[in-house]
């Protein structure tokens, strides 16, 4: 009920507590609004921050479409997604930030600078497993485009998300298969065939890079869109017995 209370309403309350239960109740009561305010202090500055990296990511996804074939405009772009990097370390939005300058950079072939901010991408501590692979795939993406074959194998290493283990071993075996490491790439592009079988979804360029590497993956069905109901199915059973 007190946060409904005015001031003057609360001052007079404290007042009479401290008339009634003396100097301990006052203690009491100070410990208590240290300890109220303060949280409350916390929480309203966490959702000003929140707010500020909200509008500061924003304005650089705006920004990101408004640097192709303007070095000026992108390098203002890197600096306010390194601004937000700094004002807001570990967040979401800084993680984000640092792909889509990625992304714009990898665009323009410029690959040596996408390496360096998804590697500064992958030191965040973010707790988002899907964002930290997807970062750690397209680093490893970065680095093969620069012929970094090494360094693509070990960043692929760190991908352990059961979700990304196809896509992470379909582009080791991309990798392995530039280093002539025929075998390497099978095995990696057969690992990567059974994670989609477990899945059921097909992926046709794996299987044409299959098939040139002479190998016949097991076919995939994919679920239809469409499921049955059963008196569907019922009828369908129906028409086919007669």
Known sequence: MSEYLSDEEQIERLKKLIKTY?????????????????????ENRQDVERFQAIN???????????????????????SNVQALVKSDPNSVFSLQALLLQAKVTGSQGEWASAEKALAQATTLKVKDDGLIAIT??????A?????????AIASLNNVTDPAFVATRD?????????????????????????ALVKRQQSRELLKVKMNALG??????????????????TTNIENGAAS
């Open 143 to 151: 680095q093969f485009a620069q012929n970094k074959f090494d360094a």
């Open 22 to 42: 003396g100097g301990a109740a006052l203690t009491g009561v100070l410990l208590a609004l240290i300890a109220f305010f303060g949280w409350r202090y916390w």
């Open 170 to 194: 379909e582009l080791r075996g991309d990798v392995l298969l530039q280093k002539n490491d025929q075998a390497g790439a099978k095995k990696a592009y057969e690992s990567a065939w059974t």
């Open 56 to 78: 500061q990511y924003q304005s650089i996804v705006d920004d990101s479409a408004k640097v192709e074939g303007d070095k000026a405009a992108q390098s203002r772009f890197i």
């Open 136 to 141: 750690w795939i397209r680093l490893a993406r």
């Open 215 to 232: 190998l016949t993956p097991e076919e995939i069905k994919e679920p239809s869109p469409i499921r049955d109901t059963p008196s569907e």
